[in-house]
């Protein structure tokens, strides 16, 4: 059974910098795609970025490009989002996701496994 755990989530200043982490345990990720959306209060479950486990091939959405960085670190099974430059508009509730395939996966619903999720509030 996969399980994932986020960490990392808080409350920030504007232009400030927030790294989430996702620990990921109970299979072998070779051939997985991580992700992770976001949740704010009223709105659909958003997109954010993706990493394909073994290449490290990353896609972003539009919002957080240049901003925001995905990484895996093999060795400890996780997966980082390296958010800077943080906006007011960012704040959410933030998921990890993943999905047993090597594909670009932008759909909630293309994911098998979900972490519990980590606020993130960035006040103006």
């Known amino acids: 059974q996969v399980q994932l755990v986020e960490s990392g989530g808080g409350l920030v200043q504007a232009g400030s910098s927030l790294r989430l982490s996702c620990a990921a345990s109970?299979?072998?990720?070779?051939?997985?795609?991580f992700a992770w959306f976001r949740q704010a209060p009223g709105k659909e479950r958003e997109f954010v970025a993706h990493?394909?486990?073994?290449?490290?091939?990353?896609y972003y959405a539009d919002s957080v490009k240049g901003r925001f960085t995905i990484s895996r670190d093999n060795a400890k099974n996780t997966v980082y989002l390296q958010m800077n430059v943080l906006k007011p508009e960012d704040t959410a509730v933030y998921y990890c996701?993943?999905?047993?395939?090597?594909?670009?996966?932008?759909?909630?619903?293309?994911?098998?496994?979900w972490g519990q999720g980590t606020q993130v509030t960035v006040s103006s």
């Open positions: 996701a993943a999905a047993p395939m090597t594909a670009s996966l932008q759909t909630w619903y293309a994911y098998d496994y």
């Open positions: 109970g299979r072998t990720f070779s051939s997985y795609t």
């Open positions: 990493i394909w486990w073994s290449a490290g091939s990353t």
